[in-house]
């Protein structure tokens, strides 16, 4: 996941909001202080699994990982943990439903992690998990093995010093996050009896800034695909047919640059038909966040200024508003030298981003028939799907997203936010359509946490505080 932005950092200010501990102390809390350095070491051995999904020489580590999750979640004192196979890599189950009448919350995180390149931007190895001051430096830390394990450590904790949750849970751990996520959908959807809750719970988001409890209400979905555009069957001198011979790389160019204007629009017709703008309570909520643009201009990005459409608010861009971009695109000759040649075929990587109440299928559809308007003569353009995920949004006084907030603000001390985000959990979209339940999204990640980036980290105090902040959630849901 995900779309970080850079925010100013809020202090921690215990006489304007103190932590009420008489009621978060209603757990042993003294178990989570006192198995601090246990909970790091169990996490440096989660990170040293390199489950890199996109890569298929992981499959063995992606089965360590998987394998780690069920062991982890056995010794927690959870039942039936078991790897579900299918066609896919292993999904992780485990439950406890020994609390009659009370509700029943799906526990949701993912073992895979993103591949580690570039190498030598790393300042220390991406498999060998570095403290450095107050961050742990890993691929996956934050993104999402550490936000996992805290789910792991919170429900842990409440079994071993109660010997009992106050609520009913069900683990359902993924290995294709990074890649899709289609064996834990066709799961989802195939099995609702057996996943019946109340709510899911989510921690694979950020905190708006450092010190400040964040909940995430709504994610994009994403529409991902390749564009194949071919010309002649074989590659041709450019001297001899120049001219005449039709030009994949040109006729891509001008493909791409019909669907989106110089201003961020695009210009896909019926694109922007479903979009919900966001209310007028969320844009006055949006204004009051600590956000400097000009640091998340140069320091974060490191670019010289911001684009997209120049009359939207810039988090409202970055969060209710739908994007096309372009990730990549191959063709022809790039090799050192010259070499005079037309080439065969061209290929482009793109994605729309998508909001509220945008739907993937007709979004795809319209985004193809755009491309065959766009298409020029002496050229065939075809568009592949590679994956695709609804968008979501979460009402911020569901009776779930509201207990989970009272929760991360007596852990942290400071009043819990509501932001979206521009990223997307593609789970997020089935959980609400194959189950019919939210998802409370608990993010304990930073903006800096350069997540798909070298020194990916997780930030300790954090980690820590989770674990707490997620046991408390589950004591008020219990009472």
Avoid at 204 to 213: G, I, N, R, S
Avoid at 458 to 469: D, K, Q, T, V
Wanted: charged share 25%; glycine share 8%; hydrophobic share 35%.
């Amino acid at each position: 996941m995900s779309c970080w932005i850079r925010r100013g950092r809020v202090e921690r200010d215990e006489r304007q909001l103190p932590v009420d501990r008489d009621t978060v102390e209603t757990t042993d809390m003294n178990y989570y202080e006192q198995n601090r350095q246990t909970f790091l070491e169990g996490l440096q051995t989660f990170l040293r699994i390199p489950s890199i999904s996109t890569l298929s020489e992981h499959k063995p580590d992606i089965r360590r990982a998987a394998e780690f999750v069920r062991n982890e979640l056995s010794a927690a004192g959870l039942v039936h943990a078991e790897l579900i196979e299918g066609e896919g890599n292993p999904l992780v189950y485990a439950e406890w439903t020994g609390a009659p009448g009370k509700p029943t919350l799906l526990l949701y995180g993912h073992y895979d992690v993103q591949p580690p390149d570039p190498l030598d931007e790393w300042k220390s190895p991406p498999f060998e998990p570095t403290v450095r001051g107050n961050d742990i430096f890993a691929r996956g830390s934050s993104d999402d093995k550490g936000q996992t394990y805290i789910l792991v450590k919170a429900v842990e904790g409440l079994l071993k010093t109660k010997g009992r949750l106050p609520v009913n849970v069900k683990f359902l751990i993924e290995g294709e996050e990074e890649t899709g996520g289609e064996h834990i959908e066709a799961y989802v959807s195939s099995r609702p009896a057996r996943l019946k809750s109340d709510a899911a719970v989510i921690c694979d988001t950020e905190m708006f800034a450092p010190e400040l409890p964040t909940i995430c209400v709504g994610l994009r979905g994403i529409v991902y695909a390749e564009l194949h555009v071919e010309g002649a069957n074989h590659d041709l001198h450019s001297g001899i047919y120049g001219g005449a011979a039709p030009n994949p790389m040109q006729a891509m160019a001008e493909i791409l640059t019909a669907l989106k204007d110089r201003n961020g629009h695009i210009q896909i017709p019926g694109f922007y038909d479903r979009v919900v703008p966001p209310s007028a309570k969320e844009r006055e909520a949006w204004a009051r966040l600590p956000f400097d643009e000009a640091e998340y201009t140069h320091k974060e990005m490191g670019a010289k200024e911001l684009v997209g459409e120049p009359e939207i608010p810039l988090l409202e861009r970055l969060w209710a508003r739908p994007t096309l971009e372009v990730h990549g695109i191959r063709g022809g000759f790039t090799g050192e030298g010259a070499k005079t040649v037309i080439p065969a075929r061209a290929m482009a990587k793109i994605s729309t981003r998508l909001v509220a109440d945008q739907r993937p299928d007709e979004s795809a559809a319209q985004l193809k028939e755009a491309i065959r308007r766009a298409t020029p003569k002496g050229v065939t353009a075809e568009l592949k799907l590679i994956h695709s995920a609804a968008p979501s949004l979460v009402n911020p006084d569901n009776p779930f997203v509201r207990a989970a907030a009272d929760a991360m603000t007596e852990v942290f001390g400071k009043q819990t936010v509501y932001i979206r985000s521009g990223g997307s959990i593609p789970i997020v979209g089935c959980f609400d359509q194959c189950l019919g339940i939210p998802s409370v999204m608990l993010g304990f990640g930073l903006p800096d946490d350069n997540l798909h980036a070298p020194n990916e980290k997780f930030h300790l105090p954090n980690f820590y505080r989770g674990i707490e902040a997620v046991a408390h959630y589950l004591e008020t849901l219990g009472r």
